[in-house]
């Protein structure tokens, strides 16, 4: 079969089963088998459109309101609008709506401008900008830190810095895109880890003792599966092969460790990772990333790193409504303390209800349903009953732990989880995950 036409079918199958998988798979198989730019747009401009029609397209959901526990979420094919209990959201502090983060941001607009007019290395810094950047050292327990315009971009700046063509990255198999991208971008050898399997990570770093620079990279919290690295370990590992480490926060910060300092908190290993890559998108509740380490090492990233160079500086409003949310964090130490009590309430409740989840509480909790249809089935379902939660099929995750991911945050009340928990049992025994339906 031509490769066009591998492409129809897709797009008929789509067409006829609403439960087949979505098609951005389909897509990207078929460029890769060299259906080129127009066909492939044209064609999933079409099945988007299907989707759309049906009201059953669970990406680029429009909201009305603040990310918080609740959200006015827009649904143009229906009622117009819907009030839906938040479990999407990774404003786990509740803190991108808190008032004095709000005035930060204003105040910084009116003395600063909304935009930052040029990349941070030419004119691109403000005062904002360097009070966050000290902010952040302290709250790392570093020498000093680097903010990029986004976590994304400090990934991909950080690690294309550090390593060269002579170097090599070694990474834990389930990392982020931006770190991945960030591998490709330095021209180093890349190799992959088993997931949170140290003994593994000591061979390939014993394997490969050639390169010059070699550097380990792995998250505080990872984004799908929710469980932490083992810090303590790693760095072990890490440091008897002489590598570098560097931790991507960016669902650790603000969570993990006391006053939510992050995973080297946590882990008791603060004040010896290489470097701190993080996002201020996330418990910080603004935008941008943000790289923390020894001075030195900072410096010459602040220098070399690609992303940062070549892109306009993280905005005034936004550098100063993350340093306010840092205070906020610092000040209100009861937010980590309830984010933390919702996680185990849930988590403890999915599981005596018998789903297949992580192992530990945490702020991101995938549940796992196993296949396209019972995932899209229930998402759908959970949708109608307004609880926004994110589905995640293959090829973000491998087949057969297609997954719910509900991410929770401080502000949720008892009375919302309850809610949540009683529509997703229900939504779980209509899609067949329990072997049978529920009672109307
Ligand atoms: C582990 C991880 N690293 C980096 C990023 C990128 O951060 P940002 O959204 O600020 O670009 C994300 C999520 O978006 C993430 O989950």
């Given at each position: 079969m031509s490769t066009a036409s591998q492409l129809v079918k897709a797009k008929k199958s789509i067409e006829a089963q609403d439960?087949?998988?979505?098609s951005l798979v389909e897509v990207l198989r078929a460029r890769e088998n060299g259906v080129d730019f127009r066909t492939a747009a044209s064609m999933f401009a079409g099945a988007v459109d299907h989707f759309e029609s049906k009201g059953?397209?669970?990406?680029r959901r429009m909201l009305l309101?603040?990310?918080?526990a609740e959200a006015l979420v827009d649904y143009p094919h229906e009622a117009g609008e819907r009030r839906m209990i938040m479990l999407?959201?990774?404003?786990y502090l509740g803190l991108a709506s808190h008032p004095k983060v709000i005035e930060a941001a204003c105040q910084a607009a009116r003395m600063?401008?909304?935009?930052?007019?040029?990349?941070p290395l030419l004119v691109g810094t403000f005062p904002t900008t360097r009070k966050l950047e000290t902010k952040l050292a302290n709250f790392k327990g570093t020498e000093e830190a680097c903010v990029f315009a986004t976590g994304y971009s400090a990934n991909v700046g950080v690690i294309s810095a550090v390593c060269g063509k002579n170097d090599l990255v070694i990474l834990d198999r389930y990392s982020h895109a931006s770190m991945v991208d960030g591998a490709k971008l330095s021209g180093a050898q890349l190799k992959v880890f088993r997931h949170n399997d140290v003994e593994h990570l000591d061979n390939v770093l014993r394997r490969n003792q050639d390169a010059r620079t070699r550097l380990v990279a792995v998250e505080?919290?990872?984004?799908?599966?929710g469980d932490a690295a083992p810090l303590d370990e790693i760095l072990r590992v890490v440091r008897k092969h002489d590598a570098m480490l560097l931790v991507d926060e960016a669902h650790s910060t603000?969570?993990?460790g006391e006053g939510g300092r992050g995973a080297a908190a946590h882990f008791g290993?603060?004040?010896?990772?290489?470097l701190h890559v993080g996002t201020l998108?996330?418990?910080?509740?603004a935008c941008g990333g943000f790289v923390a380490g020894k001075s030195d090492l900072v410096t010459y990233i602040r220098y070399f790193a690609r992303s940062g160079m070549f892109s306009t500086a993280p905005s005034p409003m936004v550098t100063a409504a993350a340093a306010a949310a840092i205070e906020v964090i610092e000040e209100e130490s009861w937010r980590v303390e309830r984010l933390w009590d919702n996680c185990r309430f849930l988590h403890s409740e999915l599981k005596r209800m018998g789903f297949k989840i992580s192992e530990q509480p945490s702020p991101i909790i995938p549940v796992i349903v196993g296949s396209m249809p019972i995932l899209r089935q229930m998402t759908l379902e959970l949708h109608r009953a307004n609880i926004c939660v994110n589905s995640v099929p293959f090829p973000a995750v491998?087949?057969?732990?297609?997954r719910l991911r509900i991410s929770l945050t401080a502000n949720h009340t008892r009375e919302q989880l309850v809610e949540a928990l009683r529509c997703i049992k229900r939504a779980a025994y209509n899609a067949g995950l329990f072997g049978e339906k529920a009672a109307a």
């Open positions: 439960n087949e998988e979505m059953h397209n669970l990406y309101e603040p990310s918080d999407a959201s990774n404003n600063y401008g909304a935009g930052a007019g040029s990349s505080g919290i990872y984004s799908m599966d603000g969570v993990l290993v603060e004040g010896q990772i290489d998108s996330k418990a910080i509740g491998a087949h057969g732990s297609e």
